[in-house]
């Protein structure tokens, strides 16, 4: 399954998702305006547009959901307060600049 985002700018997005959240970006489409990017089996798809707050949450199993929200905030990040569920999950929610959002989680 694949997850599509909205992002304003097709190149500062797929810079955010690869440096920032470390997705690998697997095919663009420079003349449509898209690309697709994957990290451990997450697919998300950016395409340029007006962003949408309806869109769909991508998923990303991550090792220690603390670390992640801790590196994402030094580096200026919009994150959300890491949550944990009944002590078998944590979850964090990330947003990009354009205010999409992607849900990190961590397996306790």
Request: charge should be negative; glycine fraction near 12%.
């Amino acid at each position: 399954m694949t997850v599509w985002y909205q992002v304003r700018d097709l190149d500062s997005g797929r810079s955010f998702y690869a440096e920032k959240l470390g997705f690998v970006e697997t095919y663009v489409d420079e003349e449509g305006r898209w690309a697709k990017l994957q990290r451990d089996g997450m697919e998300i798809a950016l395409a340029e547009g007006e962003p949408s707050e309806d869109g769909g949450v991508a998923h990303v199993d991550v090792a220690d959901v603390k670390a992640e929200a801790g590196r994402l905030r030094r580096d200026g990040i919009d994150v959300g307060v890491v949550l944990e569920l009944h002590g078998e999950m944590r979850l964090l929610d990330v947003f990009d600049p354009d205010g999409n959002r992607i849900q990190l989680a961590e397996e306790l």
